[in-house]
């Protein structure tokens, strides 16, 4: 659960700094966190996961997309008799506004609405399938610990891009870099040097 945790932890940091440039991170991360945490769930040992069991065919079927990941957690919930919150063509609809940010021609600015419930989402997914009940107060207990330490914000070397003007559409391609150097990361600790390397790689690469 560690790996799924980390992605809303980061999509949080940004959520809650609401700048357009953070408000686009949020909304890729939280996105992230739902496809990794059910994705991760279903590659648990059946007595890491209340001793539930699936089959390997289910499981290999469920985790061919993305709508197929919904299409078990939809089957989850019913079959644990859990109440549902958001409908499979909601959890669509948020990703397809995630895919316009990373693969549409240009950057928009997503709408407050907009993050306020995907990270509904991305927080409720998580609790069901990690059994954490209150999924806020963990949030709140790990920022105050990235508090101590410090923030993870995008290096220097990767030329952050100055706020845009307006919310009209970026074509900047320095901006698109680094937003998708971002997203392949998720995050990283800026004083380890194993990190930085990655950071360099992927940078020389792009």
Partial sequence: MVRPFELILHAEIHYRKGSDYDRRLALISFDNSIEISITTYLSLNPIQRGNRTYSKTDVEKWKN???????????????????ELKGKDEIVWYHDQRNEQYH???????????????????????????ETANVEKELESAIFESDKEYIPSIPDSFVVPREPPSVEAINDPTKAQALTIAL???????NNKYDLEIIRRLINGL
Avoid: C
């Fill in 104 to 130: 549409g021609s240009g950057f928009g600015v997503p709408e407050q609405q907009t993050l306020d419930d995907i990270r509904q989402i991305a927080l409720w997914i998580f609790s069901v399938l990690f």
């Fill in 184 to 190: 392949m990361l998720g995050k990283w600790n800026e």
């Fill in 65 to 83: 997309n993305y709508h197929s990941k919904v299409d078990f957690f939809t089957q989850e919930i019913k079959t644990r008799g859990l109440p």
